[in-house]
């Protein structure tokens, strides 16, 4: 989980989703893209409320917040076994 309204990962401090919290997510939504894609548009819609809270002259950047939040997801399934 994240450390709100930062959107940090609360064990290495990088921006969250860091690689750890994206391979725990791919995992724990294996057998259903769409809730993992439906779940991290609740979370974009959130952070994007709170950093804009906390920078509100600057904003955070559009394009970065979905390169973030949804860009790297998998488009494909993983191969299912026989």
């Known amino acids: 989980m994240p450390l709100r309204p930062l959107w940090l990962c609360r064990v290495c401090a990088a921006p969250w989703p860091c690689g750890t919290a994206r391979l725990t ?4 939504y294996a057998h ?4 993992l894609n439906i779940y991290l ?20 950047d559009p394009a970065t917040l979905f390169a973030r939040f949804l860009a790297w997801v ?3 399934r993983p191969p299912t076994e026989p």
């Open 74 to 76: 998998p488009r494909t």
């Open 32 to 35: 259903d893209r769409v809730a």
């Open 25 to 28: 997510l791919v995992s724990e």
């Open 41 to 60: 548009c609740t979370v974009l819609h959130d952070a994007t409320a709170d950093l804009y809270r906390l920078y509100p002259d600057t904003g955070p």
